[in-house]
């Protein structure tokens, strides 16, 4: 059998992903990549996704590499198909998520000359990438040299600081196997070793010291995929400090440590004046930038030094509220924990924020109990009775905001992600339709303007063997709004026009014509009963009335501060 050098060049470079770990492809059908997709369509270990839309796959790609924290492979042809990844790459840099784009294109000869599918892909990703690449013609190499680039990939997408990497294949014609293509024996893979960053045991005792003198101190955590593997030392280190921890549900921390002042409420703590009372001496930020903007104020406020724990050297603070970043992991973390004098913690500050808590959840709970089903509660009740080892994927906008406000995880094993690199709310259900496809039943909470941005992925998901729930809460246009300022200076029509954009999407007509499970909910049980034994994929539709949701949201608010006023 003859070899085609090409194919030998593809399949050199596949089996040498999948010796480094890369589990999954997912595939968009074109010519130009032909190559590339029937390679790997036939690579052992490799699983095929097929994915008609660009845009979608790419976003399909995400979530799926979100949950299984492991590269996955992208492939398209030439031209806007490559254009159609940006959203999602962008999204895979600022939330360090690993990604392999194989982007196909038109050998040197013939772009600039009118080709067809031809545009210039030369770094078509910009900075969103951790490397980029134009290989070369797969003939003219030997197929060692795609191995080193396979292994190459994978390091850079996985390195200090995991994201994006991006290879541009180009092709000549013909692009089918001159003869039956000998995809040959996986040669061993390349072996590499990841730097870590340590701290020196000097430098591990002074912020020992420097902790034990700042005894009222806190540990934020936001956004962090990995952070269940910051449990035992977060957990460790907290209960040495007496530090409340205010963990939002992405972090993967806001769970139920033994002795540890978890704080689910801390928006609306810090929302209240009570906030300008407890004034903290130090900060422990783990994470991305929190997702709370009472959290973000009060930080600028009380300007007290603030480390932040940073492996991936991302420098994320908005704020600019950090005095010290330390580019090391959780190791480090417990490190510091093992040496400090427990004698330290500050029994009254541990408190403090226990009370307040406890009497902000009291407040909340009167109200949401007898009152009509609204964000706030579904936000609440997804942590209360969603399956454990059960995955939440949750849209930008205001679901994630609800998340954070209202949402107590019952379960450890309930993982909570989101598209909170970029925070868009574009490819959102393809995205949670990729992290369902790892294999975790999954539930997506969604507004119904993100709903609409990815309609496409929808009807992806529909042929797949996955378990997903989408809740979509339908305030019919961009609610969020109403609960910024401008909603207060705006006259009502303009408001509307410009901003909530009304769009009153016939939600279930369209899950009806794409024969998927469709059921409207407006309270508390029939939506737990839903939840708590998710089958197949569905779609759950809960009208909010805006007027009454805004009106809800601002009472809660107030019965939180009324509540700890006198503490």
Known sequence: MTRDPVYSACATFANELSGQGVDHVVISPGSRSTPLTLTFAQTANINTWVQLDERSAAFFALGLAKQTQKPVALICT????????????????????????????????????????????????????????????????????????????????????????????????????????????????????????????????????????????VVIAGPMVQGSQWRQAVENFCTKTGYPLLAEPLSQLRVNFNDVAVLEHHDHLLRSSWSTRVAPEIVIRLGGPPTCKALKKWLEHHRCPMIMFDPSNSWADPSFTTSEILNVGNEALNAIAEIINPAMRDTQWETAWRSANSQASAAINEILDTEPLLQAAVARDLGRHLPPDHLLYVSNSMPVRDIDSFMNPHSSSLRVIGNRGASGIDGVISSAAGAAASGQPTTLLIGDLAFQHDI?????????????????????GGGIFSHLPIAQVTEQAVFDQLFTTPQHLPIAEIVDALGIRYQEVSDAATFAGLIGEPQGIQVLRIPIDSALDVDQHRRIARAVTDSIELL
């Open 78 to 217: 030439s031209g806007t198909a490559a254009a159609n990844y940006l959203p999602a790459v962008v999204e895979a840099n600022w939330s360090e998520t690993p990604l392999i784009v194989l982007t196909a294109n038109r050998p040197p000869e013939l772009r600039g000359w009118g080709a067809g599918q031809t545009i210039d892909q030369t770094n078509i990703y910009g900075s969103n990438v951790r490397w980029f690449a134009e290989l070369p013609i797969a003939n003219e190499l030997d197929t060692h040299w795609f191995q080193f680039a396979a292994a190459r990939a994978f390091q850079s997408s996985m390195g200090p600081r995991p994201g994006p990497v991006h290879l541009d294949w180009p092709f000549r014609e013909p692009l089918e196997p001159i003869e039956d293509a000998d995809l040959g024996q996986p040669s061993d893979p390349i072996q590499l070793e990841m730097a870590e960053t340590t701290l020196s045991s000097n430098k591990i005792r002074d912020l020992a010291q420097l902790l034990e003198q700042s005894p009222r101190g």
């Open 456 to 476: 496409g992925g929808l009807i992806a998901a529909r042929s797949l063997d996955i378990t997903l729930t989408v809740v979509v809460l339908d305030d019919q």
